[in-house]
């Protein structure tokens, strides 16, 4: 695949290299400081204008589809904004996690899909970043106002020149994922997802989360808001889940292990464009994820996922 093969010399290390650096989290960890922006890479973007229906600002950044910068192109000041042409192109919209910011993996996996030829949004939640504040409270495993804050910005990526309103796909890791996919199920702008290390239901990763935090919290310190849509937890939609989705799975995955991402892919409609990929080898998170495992391979699966649920045969 075209754009797999021309960026390994340059882009391979220096997505790796951040990869050290990925925070890795079980439960809500804000993190307010940007340890780089888009144009450190060389890259060229734009801020959306994104605020929820409750008044919070969310900083969401829009890399156009655009080549791979060179080495030494990277500056402190944004790049003039231009577009490789004025077609309309598929859209992958990459959410944050529970920890962490938008400068850390998500800066690289623009860099990469945008030379693929999509246009890539990132985003950070209410709390996060630059985005509005908002209390949170380590505790608590995730916040229902972040599917406000996803909603927000896929309607403001819909309204994008540049992007084509039928194929803007979701992508998420862990707590990423699962908001992905209610996002995805709820969500008219969504045209698919792409999610990694999803787990299945709050019931069932909350105790293997307990026996694996390294900080021994109990059931009752990983807190679900009591207006959480728990029952549309991925296992559990699945069944009426009718958008293309992509599954990835590390087989050494202690925290959403294997079966949680088989258990979703299995309650799927028969009918439903999908993708199950086990990586072997690869764990949950930092250094051990399915995309650092094996970059090349994460790349042009999840690349030629969104092409041909978008009924594309090859890359413009």
């Not at 930092?286 to 995309?291: A, F, I, K, L, R």
């Amino acid at each position: 695949m075209l754009c797999v093969k021309s960026w390994g010399e340059y882009i391979l290390p220096a997505f790796l290299g951040m990869l050290l650096f990925l925070p890795e989290a079980h439960a809500i960890i804000p993190d307010r400081h940007y340890i780089r922006l888009p144009q450190n890479a060389g890259l060229i973007y734009r801020k959306l204008d994104v605020t929820t229906e409750d008044g919070f600002r969310i900083e969401t950044w829009f890399y156009p589809a655009q080549d791979f910068p060179g080495e030494d192109s990277g500056r402190q000041d944004m790049l003039p904004y231009t577009t490789m042409d004025e077609e309309q192109k598929p859209t992958l919209v990459i959410c944050n996690g529970d920890a962490g910011n938008m400068s850390y993996q998500q800066i690289d996996l623009a860099m990469i899909y945008a030379a693929c030829g999509f246009n890539v949004v990132t985003f950070d939640w209410r709390g996060f970043g630059a985005s509005s504040e908002f209390e949170m409270d380590n505790d608590y495993l995730c916040y229902t106002e972040m599917l406000e804050d996803y909603k927000a910005v896929l309607a403001t990526v819909k309204g994008q020149k540049e992007v084509n309103g039928d194929c803007i796909f979701l992508m998420g890791r862990s707590t990423g994922a699962y908001l992905s996919m209610i996002t995805a199920y709820n969500d008219e702008n969504a045209a698919g997802c792409i999610l990694s290390g999803v787990p299945s239901t709050f019931e069932e990763i909350i105790p293997i989360i307990v026996r694996n935090h390294p900080a021994g919290k109990t059931e009752a310190e990983l807190i679900v808001p009591e207006d959480f849509p728990k029952e549309q937890m991925p296992a559990l939609i699945a069944p009426e889940f009718g958008k293309p989705i992509m599954i990835i799975a590390g087989s050494k995955d202690d925290r959403t292990p294997q079966w949680m991402a088989e258990k979703i892919y299995d309650a799927l409609p028969e009918d439903t464009f999908k993708r199950l990929s086990i990586f072997e080898n690869a764990g949950h998170g930092g250094t051990d994820t399915p995309y650092f495992v094996d970059t090349p391979r994460y790349v042009e699966e999840t690349a030629t996922f969104i092409l041909e649920a978008a009924g594309q045969n090859q890359y413009n």
